[in-house]
């Protein structure tokens, strides 16, 4: 690393000066920030090509993306080193929650610490910043911070599949200014009470549903909302879930029906493979919604807990994918066969859906702290099995559904959670479809 010549090294960054011996001790510090980071740190770094391997060795001098989507990584830090010598390395697909790193340090000190001691890195977007600083402390990391998530603002959405009478796979894209394009002919078995969600920052999947017979199968959407052929399913088949994303870049399934009602969930990783079920938690029930808050949560709420009456349950999800025991405290109609979405990039809408009594046009926001809002006066054709998704970044839209009929009506909703009239129907009128936005 440039800069590192004598027996002593002065660091500084966000307000803080601190002098670092030749062994690495912090001697003395002065400031107020939160966080020391050497001067021209990363200055000769050599990056590397993106490592995916479950085991490799790293080099001075050299910075590594590390790839864990699919495996952790177990990383040996040279036999030796010298004063100054630095590595960096990157979570470059945002899975070291998932699947972390292990570092050796092959014989040498890490924070002081010989290598009997593991040495672990677990945080989704963490970078790790090393430089070897003598033998009594060795390897020091300088800056070990979690880069937070830029997160990509989904322009566009798409509605897919549903009822028309038979079930049916046909796609209706959204354009960035809230317009619903003409039908797109189907791909992938033909199905209904299905749910979407985001993945990766800027794609969508649909998964499960039921085509007369409950089937666990997922279709990805790619950033340009091409819908892939079928993918063979995991997780457990059922018919009337909900999803949403989580983590800024995940996703994850939850809750429906497989003749009775279940309350398991399903994560979706960056890359839009579906995990095995985990283990229900929450009130199980059917014919629910779920949308994003606070812009790495979730939240799933409202439906039909059958055999008993429908809900205004809520669950809400962090930003790991951990799903909350039910909320003590319900807001708004119970209802089920709604819809949900995100909206002004960090809060949610619950909308629509019906009772016994037939149904509704009434709307719940959700803060960006996870607090369902009591019930807004409807505007708009009160129906229900409908969907929603996200469009411009901090927009949304409802649409399709049954009002008595089938129907293709749709309802903008603005960055403020405020919904509009209803907006002449184009494509196919559906019930019982999904929605998600993409890039």
């Known amino acids: 690393m440039s800069g590192i010549t004598g027996s002593k090294l002065n660091i500084r960054g966000s307000g803080l000066v601190a002098k670092l011996g030749t062994d690495g001790q912090i001697l003395t510090s002065t400031g107020a920030g939160t966080q020391a980071a050497f001067e021209d740190a990363a200055a000769g ?13 790293a080099v001075a001098g050299n910075g590594y993306p590390i790839d864990t989507s699919s495996n952790a990584c177990t990383i040996t830090l040279p036999s030796s080193a010298s004063l100054g010598d630095q590595i960096i390395f990157t979570d470059y697909a945002r899975n070291w929650g998932t699947n972390g790193i292990v570092i050796d340090s092959n014989g040498l ?7 009997t001691f593991d040495v672990e890195y677990s945080t989704d977007g963490q970078s790790v910043n090393i430089v070897y600083s003598g033998a009594t402390y060795g390897w020091i990391p300088i800056e070990d911070d979690t880069i937070a998530m830029h997160r990509a603002l989904c322009s566009e959405g798409i509605f897919g599949f549903g009822n028309t009478g038979s079930a049916t796979g046909v ?28 993945y990766g920052g800027d794609k969508g999947i649909f998964a499960y549903g039921t085509t007369g017979s409950i089937v666990s199968m997922s279709n990805l959407v790619t950033n340009a909302g091409v819908v892939g052929s079928d993918v063979t399913g995991v997780g457990t088949a059922r018919s009337g879930p909900a999803a949403c994303e989580f983590g800024g870049d995940k996703g994850i399934f939850g809750f429906g029906t497989t003749g009775s009602v279940v309350g398991m969930t399903n994560l979706v990783s960056n890359a839009g493979v579906v995990a095995t079920d985990v283990a229900a938690v929450g009130t199980a029930r059917k014919n629910l919604a779920a949308c994003e808050y606070g812009g790495d949560k979730g939240i799933f709420g409202y439906g039909d807990p059958y055999p008993g ?23 708004g109609t119970a209802r089920e066969k709604l819809a ?12 629509f859906g019906g009772t016994d009594a037939g149904a509704l046009s009434i709307t719940n926001l959700v803060s960006n702290a996870g607090v369902v809002a009591t019930d807004t006066a ?17 927009k949304a839209i409802f649409g399709f559904g049954n009002t008595g009929s089938v129907t293709g009506v749709t309802n903008l909703v603005s960055n403020a959670g405020v919904v509009a ?18 890039n």
Do not use: P
């Not at 000190?109 to 290598?115: A, F």
């Not at 209706?172 to 985001?198: H, I, K, M, P, Q």
């Open 309 to 331: 009456s429908i809900a205004a349950t809520t669950n809400l999800v962090s930003n790991a994918g951990v799903v909350a025991s039910d909320q003590a405290a319900t807001t």
């Open 171 to 198: 796609t209706n894209l959204v354009s960035n200014a809230g317009v619903v394009a003409s039908d797109v002919a189907g791909v992938g078995t033909a199905r209904y009470s299905l749910a979407a969600c985001e």
């Open 378 to 394: 409807g505007v708009g054709a009160a129906r229900k099995q409908l969907a929603a998704c996200e469009y411009d970044g901090d």
């Open 340 to 351: 949900a979405c995100s909206y002004g990039e960090d809060k949610g809408i619950f909308g």
């Open 45 to 57: 770094i050599s990056w590397q090509a993106v490592e995916t391997g479950s085991t490799m060795t």
């Open 421 to 438: 009239s209803d907006v002449a129907a184009v494509g196919t009128a559906r019930e019982i479809l999904a929605a998600c936005s993409f």
């Open 109 to 115: 000190n890490y924070q002081g610490d010989d290598d």
